[in-house]
Every structure is written in C-alpha cells, then in structure tokens.
C-alpha cells in the first residue's frame, strides 16, 4: 500500500485539516480504514487518535482508491464534530469498514 496526499486544506474554524489522499494496493485488496489511518498519521507526522477517515472509494479498473480523511488539533474536537458512525468506523477493526 502506497499513499499520496492530494490536498491538504486547513479548515480554521471547525480546527482540522482536510485531506484527499489516493492509495495504490496492487495485487491485494482495499485496505481498512484502520490501516489507512495509521498510515495517514505516520506521514502527516500526527497522532493517529486525531485521524478520522471519511470515506475509501475505489477506482473501478484499477488497484487504486480516492479518499478522505479530517485531522483535528485534538481528539476532544473531532468527538464535538464528527458523527458517531464514522468515529465507530475508525476505532473497531473489521467493523463497518
């Protein structure tokens, strides 16, 4: 798995960063968000507790995805934020991935 961020916004009042990033996975399938988060945070050099990723489309024909990922300057933001779903489908593995 390979990630390249596309965009990095900064969305001062609701105090994260907006980032659409692509993934490559030849030869294996769609990674989890659990994955992709850990990576995410390990490239933008970020706590991965501050990662939310919203949303893994895959690119039809291709070993590729588009994504979305919020980064908030702290965990107690994205709580306020964030709707549960997605929260729930960043902290439980194998779940509503």
């Not at 490559?24 to 050099?45: D, M, W, Y």
């Not at 070993?63 to 709580?79: C, M």
Request: no cysteine; proline share 3%.
């Amino acid at each position: 798995m390979k990630i390249s961020v596309i965009s990095n916004k900064r969305n001062e009042l609701l105090k994260r960063n907006e980032v659409i990033f692509s993934i490559s996975h030849n030869g294996s399938p769609t990674p989890s968000r659990i994955e992709v988060r850990r990576e995410i945070a390990r490239i933008l050099k970020v706590d991965a507790e501050r990662v939310y990723i919203r949303k893994i489309e895959s690119v039809t024909g291709a070993a590729a995805s588009i994504g979305e990922a919020h980064i908030y300057d702290s965990q107690d933001q994205a709580k306020i934020i964030e709707p549960e779903h997605i929260i729930r489908r960043n902290t439980q593995q194998n779940k509503g991935g």
